[in-house]
């Protein structure tokens, strides 16, 4: 099993859980937080608040649950910092090697195990998810879809399932690309002795055909 960690992002978005749903009712529809300075989006069916720049997007199906139509795409911050969350208000602590990152104080766990690839997050106590995004028994959204614990990596460690990858298919790759490589060889190498062939037999033809032309020695007419 191999580990990697990574160390904290400087990015310049931190909102954490408790800091963009702090005082939402106390400020205008759109803003949050003690001083009501943290923007967010109300989607159109009046229940989703999408944080940190995200933006609304329609739910293919309706949550029956808890009501919501609606979800946030997370995408739109990512110039700025990477956010996760079911309303994206979790921007990222720590940022992972492969493009990963997580929040909430979650560490990265980069590992190798059984010919797979896994890498997540290790979080905090009250958190879950492949960034440590959501506070468990959270209430706006109906579980981890796409994302699973790991126990044999650890009670605390969360992946994003279409992110495991299994180690043959690189070691396929790259016996696809030396197959390739080691072909397009042999075909240049085919080449080059045909063509080297081709000229030496024209040389060879050109030599004979001098040897055999007449040689004039008659002496000239002298006026």
């Known amino acids: 099993i191999c580990i990697s960690l990574a160390s904290p992002t400087d990015a310049v978005l931190h909102r954490h859980h408790e800091d963009v749903y702090k005082n939402i009712d106390g400020c205008r529809i759109g ?27 329609a739910m293919d199906k309706v949550d029956t649950v808890n009501g919501y139509s609606y979800q946030c795409d997370c995408s739109y911050a990512e110039s700025v910092t990477p956010t996760a969350g ?14 990963h990152f997580c929040t909430n104080g979650g560490s990265c766990g980069n590992y190798v195990l059984h010919g797979h690839h896994y ?36 009670s605390d460690f969360y992946v994003q ?32 002795h045909r063509q080297k062939k081709a000229i030496r ?8 055909h001098e040897a055999q032309m007449p040689i ?8």
């Open 31 to 57: 803003r949050s937080g003690a001083n009501c300075d943290i923007p967010y989006e109300l989607c159109p069916d009046g229940m989703r608040k999408c944080f940190n720049e995200s933006q609304c997007r």
């Open 119 to 154: 890498l997540g997050c290790h979080c905090l106590e009250e958190f879950e998810g492949a960034h440590c995004q959501y506070l468990k028994a959270d209430p706006k959204g109906v579980g981890m879809e796409g994302e699973a614990l790991v126990p044999e990596l650890g």
């Open 216 to 223: 004039n020695d008659s002496p000239g007419e002298v006026a």
């Open 161 to 192: 399932t279409s992110k495991i990858k299994p180690l043959y298919a690189l070691g396929a790759l790259s016996i696809i690309a030396c197959t390739c490589l080691a072909v397009a060889s042999v075909v240049y190498l085919i080449s080059y």
């Open 86 to 99: 079911y309303e994206c208000e979790h921007s990222a602590t720590v940022t992972c090697p492969g493009d």
């Open 201 to 208: 037999n024209l040389v060879d033809r050109l030599k004979n």
